[in-house]
């Protein structure tokens, strides 16, 4: 089975300033899809980004974007710019390659970040 | 633009009383998802569907049934409530192939158990 490992449980950055979220994974597959969910008070599930884990060029969507270290299995979410909109739990989540149905997505415990005016 | 949608957004059921929370999508995906999400936790799968008529179990089924009759709709029922089902729900759906199977979430179902 996979997991997923969201080490910082909170963190508070000042607005306009760059934060790096951290998430490790533990699977035996060589092929598979990661995930950046974002959940803001609201409790919606907003995808942020997504890094196929057969392409070597990290993923950007505009202000966010990823560090993905295959062999240390580490994908790490950068945000640029920060702004009290990003205010939220950001969520890890693993895919396995066959697809949504066997496992569906395995999330980690999430990271509360906090952007402070 | 309706995506996934969920029906109640919120409700509060008594110990031993049964419920159905609604799901439906209007995107087409052949898979749907029901999730629970504690305090302070992640989201864990409870019951999955690759199609109309094919349901399977996730990492946290017990206490919960589902049906797919149709590839729009997969509601999830409550047998029996107890307070540790006090979360929130949230349904989801993805295509079966192609676009690295993203998965969309409803805006979830918060349901208390007293």
């Known amino acids: 089975a996979q997991t997923v490992t969201q080490s910082q449980p909170e963190m508070s950055v000042q607005e306009a300033e760059t934060v790096t979220l951290s998430c490790t994974y533990d699977?035996?597959?060589?092929?598979?899809?990661l995930f950046w969910y974002k959940q803001p008070p609201s409790r919606q599930m907003i995808l942020v980004i997504r890094q196929e884990a057969y392409k070597q060029q990290n993923a950007t969507e505009n202000r966010f974007s990823v560090n993905f270290q295959k062999a240390a299995k580490s994908f790490s979410l950068k945000i640029s710019d920060s702004q009290l909109g990003d205010t939220a739990m950001y969520f890890c989540?693993?895919?396995?390659?066959?697809?949504?149905?066997?496992?569906?997505?395995?999330f980690g415990k999430g990271t509360h970040l906090i952007i402070q005016p | 633009n309706a995506g996934v949608t969920q029906t109640p957004k919120f409700r509060i059921l008594k110990i031993g009383q049964s419920m159905t929370l609604q799901c439906a999508q209007d995107m087409n995906h052949n898979y749907m998802y029901w999730y629970r999400q504690d305090p302070g936790m992640g989201l864990k799968l409870i019951y999955y569907?690759?199609?109309?008529?094919?349901?399977d179990k996730g990492e946290v089924p017990n206490g919960y049934n589902v049906s797919r009759s149709t590839t729009e709709d997969f509601p999830l029922r409550l047998e029996l409530a107890a307070p540790s089902q006090t979360s929130v729900y949230f349904c989801?759906?993805?295509?079966?192939?192609?676009?690295?199977?993203?998965?969309?979430f409803g805006e979830g179902s918060w349901l208390t158990v007293v």
């Open positions: 989801a759906s993805s295509y079966s192939k192609g676009a690295g199977n993203t998965i969309y």
């Open positions: 989540a693993f895919m396995k390659p066959s697809g949504g149905g066997a496992d569906g997505l395995t």
């Open positions: 569907s690759v199609g109309a008529g094919i349901t």
């Open positions: 699977t035996s597959e060589n092929n598979y899809y």
